[in-house]
T-cell receptor, first 115, second 111 residues
């Protein structure tokens, strides 16, 4: 199993600013992911964080808006850049320790409000 | 879309009753997983069922999988107020190394 610490847990930010969310796993994991979740809705994958290389982004998400780092096997950051109220959402960090046959672990999420 | 679809979208029951949620999908899968999310926080894994399995149990949870109908169900028996949460199914399909998520069922268990 893996325990994921994600911070901050919540923040209120001014439009036009940037926020960096940190995700720390207590053990080495094979893959890390960043999701966005609007209230009452399902998870939308933003990108797969690749260790030591550029993240793999899903359709509709770009590196300039959501730069991601993963310098090692246990740590990743997601930055939400030049924020607007439409970026208000819950952002979730997730990790898996195996391949497709294992469960995913999640951080507690970051509730972001942009004003 | 490969996204799973769950029904009902919302379910309200009394404590002690059973709750059943369904998940349908459109592609062949490696496995199907169920997760619980409380109050918009992080998700917690409940059960993983592989494509060659038909039923799995964990405590008060029972999951079935019918690959011919591309559907799964999650049964929570003797529900408790603490079971109030959103429940999501997710699948691994093909060589894809990322989970594909359903839309979720919001369960309210009334004391």
């Amino acid at each position: 199993s893996a325990v994921i610490s994600q911070k901050p847990s919540r923040d209120i930010c001014q439009r036009g600013t940037s926020l960096t969310i940190q995700c720390q796993v207590d053990s080495q994991v094979t893959m890390m992911f960043w999701y966005r979740q609007q209230p009452g809705q399902s998870l939308t994958l933003i990108a797969t964080a690749n260790q030591g290389s550029e993240a793999t982004y899903e359709s509709g998400f770009v590196i300039d808006k959501f730069p991601i780092s993963r310098p090692n096997l246990t740590f990743s950051t997601l930055t939400v850049s030049n924020m607007s109220p439409e970026d208000s959402s819950i952002y979730l960090c997730s990790a898996v320790t195996g391949n497709r046959d294992t469960e995913a672990f999640f951080g507690q999420g970051t509730r972001l409000t942009v004003v | 879309s490969q996204q799973g679809e769950e029904d009902p979208q919302a379910l309200s029951i009394q404590e002690g009753e059973n709750a059943t949620m369904n998940c349908s999908y459109k592609t062949s899968i490696n496995n199907l997983q169920w997760y619980r999310q409380n109050s918009g926080r992080g998700l917690v894994h409940l059960i993983l069922i592989r494509s060659n399995e038909r039923e799995k149990h964990s405590g008060r949870l029972r999951v079935t999988l019918d690959t011919s109908k591309k559907s799964s169900s999650l049964l929570i028996t003797a529900s408790r107020a603490a079971d109030t949460a959103s429940y999501f199914c997710a699948i691994y399909a093909g060589n894809n190394r990322k989970l594909i998520w359903g839309l979720g069922t919001s369960l309210a268990v009334n004391p």
